[in-house]
């Protein structure tokens, strides 16, 4: 069986020690999607001195040249739109629908990031001497290091390699091995786009080796990284010994608060939007609802009655409604959650087993799941699960509402559900996350408003919108004596 390689200095290249390892689809683990080069530390380094070497070339493009060829990728993403969403369905799990709505949300940020590169804007201030003028200018980092998560797999890397590149930086990416070969196919669409040798590099192999090889060393000159919290901070506690600049977009656990002047129908839409699209694996996912004590019995039958009627498949069947978990782990995470949510005393509502039966038992299902009696010490409402799961917890009045939505160390994003605009300022100034919606999922986005979290959810300059360049830029300040 083929192995795909790493992509360094614009050759496909086996890893020095020519290992590789498996990904299998999770909608069927015996389905072998493909063999992969399972990277060291060395391989690390031959990408690294390609990108120092390439760095000097790339940056001396103007912003102009660069777009024309981040353009031309842009142009093949869209030509080959249906065949990637095969391949992240075929290895993420969520379904055709969803992928394709990774690859539009992709593209739409792709054209926002090439057009924000065309403005990399300095000052010009006046100076305290005669004839002395003074400027800042943007400059690039220099080597970036994108370390992304299996979730959006497409999406994220973009995300992060196109306004690093806009900017004038060489790019090394390490994607998720659970998701290898969509970022194999993203790299296709840069070499097709005749991207200079050594401007873009793909290294592939478990991040606990060669994610820690980036973080660590010294030749890299930013990071940007999307995962866990626990990765995180690991990245952040070896990337100080060098004082490497780090933007890190971590968990979740995001809460929704439902008032009882809600519309229940369309609050309850919003809620199962954001906890099962994706089978809950959004960064953004809804996994907490603070219900208000009048309507919380009268919520939670709507929720079920919905939630019972989710069509569970494999992604690529297009009455499905909810795909399988991102493979084993993902799997065992989720259900060890739900175990801990019985033991610990909350009440299962609906779903709460795997679903194993005929052409489901080979995959990774879990029935879409919801906990009420959900109390605020309880691990099941502190954790991010990151799978199909929701809590739901009930509360006094909504001053309580916002304090139980802001007991956890995240704050990535939240909702509030209710038709008084002056609880919903209240709670848009007091809610503790880096996302807020009104009458909205916490998952919803759009590529011209920038994304980071609060607290433990991340650090940094926010990602995509009108900040989405600033992490890849260094201001230098300039005095110009032009006597
Ligand atoms: P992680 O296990 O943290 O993995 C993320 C990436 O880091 C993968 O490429 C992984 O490689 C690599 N990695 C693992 N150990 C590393 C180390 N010691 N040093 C450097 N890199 C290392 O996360 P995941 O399971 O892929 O993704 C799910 C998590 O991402 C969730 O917590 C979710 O909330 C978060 N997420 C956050 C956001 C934003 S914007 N806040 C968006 C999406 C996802 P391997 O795959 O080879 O292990």
Redesign the pocket.
Known sequence: MRIYKNYVNGKWVHALREEAFEERNPANLNELIGLFSSSQKEDIEAAINSSNDTFFKWSIKTPYERSNYLKDVLEFLKQERISLSAIITCENGKTLKESLGEIDAAISEMEFQIHQGLRLFGNTIPANRNSVLGLTLKVPLGVVAV??????PLN?ALRKMIPALMAGNTVIL?????TSLTAVKLIELFEKASIPSGTVNLVL????LI??A??TSSRIHGLS????????L??QAHAARNLLPTQL????KNPAIILKDADLEEASNAVITGAFSCAGQ??TSTSRVVVEKDIYEEFIQILKRKVEDITVGRGDREQTQMGPVCGERQLETVLDYIHIGLKEGATLVCGGNQITDREYSNGCYVAPTIFKDVKQTMRIAKE?I?GPVLCIMSCNDFEEAITVANNTPYG?SSSIFTKNISNAMKFINLTKAGLTHVNMPTAYKEPHLP?G?MKM??IGIP?AGKTGIDFFTKNKSIYLNWN
């Open positions: 370390i992304t998560p299996w979730n959006f994220v390490k994607p998720a091995s659970l192999g478990s991040g606990s994610g820690k980036l973080s990284f999307t995962g866990s919290t626990e990765v995180g690991q990245i977009e971590l968990g979740g959004w960064c991010e990151f990535l994304f979290g959810s991340g990602e």
